[in-house]
């Protein structure tokens, strides 16, 4: 991963990165973003499963 935001910062900004800052720098995007990343892979489970459980509901013969 500290490749490729090396490689973005030189592609992207002409900028060059060094590990440390690379390293400092997905630290910070982990920190901020595992949450969101988290709590939306929940919510996406939670929908799936629920549509599923509708679809069973629907073939249930009276």
Do not use: C, H, P, W
Not at 28 to 53: H, P, R
């Amino acid at each position: 991963m500290i490749l490729a935001i090396k490689t973005y910062f030189l592609k992207e900004r002409e900028e060059e990165l060094g590990d440390l800052g690379s390293s400092l720098l997905l630290d910070f995007i982990t920190d901020k973003l595992a949450m969101e990343f988290y709590n939306q892979g929940v919510y996406d489970s939670y929908k799936f499963l629920n549509d599923k459980t509708e679809d069973l509901l629907e073939i249930i013969k009276y």
